[in-house]
């Protein structure tokens, strides 16, 4: 079956950079999104199609793609982002969803 | 801001079939014009895509589950519901419904979430 892999943990200190990447096969052709997940506050989509910020999201958040990668990056990181990122997509005929595995972010 | 809330059984027996339902705080679920998914979360675990039923009634489903799975839209109700057949301890999870859009060029993403459910499969 198809794999999404994300890092299970990235950490940056506030005001720094975190750099969470998911690689798939399928990437190339599908698009990615990505969710936070705070503990206690629900699930939050930040980033769809590849790049695009919904609205309400902060801009320090972006999205972006390269072959079989896509990144989610998050600048001048605040305390508030510590949580738990899940990148999503389909698998190469676009009908099955796949979520990667989930990257905790510690903002130390 | 569309709020969903999911219910339903908190305790499950092996061998016996899960239900669920998820009501929205407006009228998106009767008005058939988005489509809706269940996804599940085993505690400490990642998140696992359950199913869909688009807006024209048709579904699909996680095929590691698609033997046991039933998604379905009552209109009447306003409710979105699923069934999971046959459940063991690995069906223990926070169960969440989700506002689902879903195009040819985009494929399939999640907008609004539900809170979850917590579902526990013991004797």
């Known amino acids: 079956s198809y794999e999404l892999t994300q890092p299970p943990s990235v950490s940056v200190s506030p005001g720094q950079t975190a750099r969470i990447t998911c690689s798939g096969d399928?990437?190339?052709?599908?698009?990615a999104y990505w969710y936070q997940q705070k503990s206690g506050q629900g699930t939050v989509l930040v980033i769809y199609?590849?790049?695009e910020r919904p609205s309400g999201i902060p801009e320090r958040f972006s999205g972006s793609s390269s072959g079989t990668t896509v990144t989610l990056t998050i600048s001048g990181v605040q305390a508030e982002d510590e949580a738990d990122y899940y990148c999503q997509s389909a698998d190469s005929s676009g009908t099955y969803v796949v979520f990667g595995g989930g990257t905790r972010l510690t903002v130390l | 801001q569309l709020q969903l809330q999911e219910s339903g059984s908190g305790l499950v027996k092996p061998s016996q079939t899960l239900s669920l339902t998820c009501a929205d705080s407006g009228a998106s679920i009767s008005s058939g014009g988005y489509s809706w998914s269940w996804i599940r979360q085993p505690p400490g675990k990642g998140l696992e895509w359950i199913g869909y039923?688009?807006?024209?009634?048709?579904?699909y489903y996680n095929p590691s589950l698609k033997s046991r799975v039933t998604i379905s839209v009552d209109r009447s109700k306003k409710q979105l519901s699923l069934k999971l057949s046959s459940v063991t301890a690995a069906d223990t999870a926070v169960y969440y419904c989700?506002?689902?859009?879903?195009?040819?060029?985009?494929?399939?993403?999640?907008?609004?979430w539900g809170q979850g459910t917590l579902v526990a499969v013991s004797s």
């Open positions: 199609k590849d790049s």
């Open positions: 989700a506002r689902t859009i879903i195009t040819m060029l985009q494929g399939a993403y999640f907008d609004y």
């Open positions: 039923i688009y807006h024209s009634g048709s579904t």
């Open positions: 399928a990437l190339p052709k599908q698009y």
